[in-house]
């Protein structure tokens, strides 16, 4: 009686944790990826990449924990990799501003993506934010993902972003 109480309390809490883990699908009808189900759409009127007036922001979403997936697309760009390399000029001229790294990699569905990780100042806020931005190309258009937030928040931060970049279709 009492293996059978514990082996339905660790049933719950199993179920339990694979609750809070369950992903939604985003899809704009060319890219799709999964990402966390305690995103919602948010409306947001700034611009926390600065690669260009080239880009044009699809969607904003945002977490209880204030971090942030915005997903672009670049009519003009002609490569990621150029893409990317554009934002991180921007980044290297704000002396606090940090590019921790820079990797072409391909995930699980052989999509290429170029990735960069750095560490800027909200100079709303005074904030240390880190974001992961990956930059890919898909049917002739480079789309942009950053995922960002409060640097306290790193590990949240790579979470999302590992689940958006092995999902990325």
């Known amino acids: 009686m009492i293996f059978g109480f514990l082996g339905i309390l660790i049933l719950f809490v199993v179920a339990s944790g694979s609750a809070s883990s369950t ?3 985003f899809s ?7 990402y966390p189900s305690d995103f919602q759409n948010i409306t947001f009127s700034g611009n926390i990449t600065s690669e260009s007036s080239n880009l044009i922001d699809k969607t904003h979403m945002a977490n209880r924990d204030n971090i942030a997936i915005v ?9 990621a990799a150029n893409a990317r390399d554009a934002t991180l000029v921007s980044f290297n001229k704000i002396s606090t501003d940090k590019v921790f790294s820079t990797t072409t990699e391909t995930n699980p569905n052989s999509i290429v993506v170029e990735k960069s990780i750095t560490q800027l100042i909200d100079p709303n806020t005074n904030t240390v934010l880190k974001c992961i931005d990956m930059f890919f190309t898909a049917n002739g258009v480079v789309y942009h993902i950053s995922v960002y937030g409060d640097d306290s928040k790193n590990q949240q931060i790579i979470e999302t972003a590992d689940t958006i970049f092995n999902s990325l279709k």
């Open 28 to 34: 704009d009808g060319i890219i799709s990826f999964n």
């Open 71 to 79: 997903i672009g697309k670049n009519l003009q760009a002609n490569s």
């Open 23 to 25: 992903l939604l699908k």
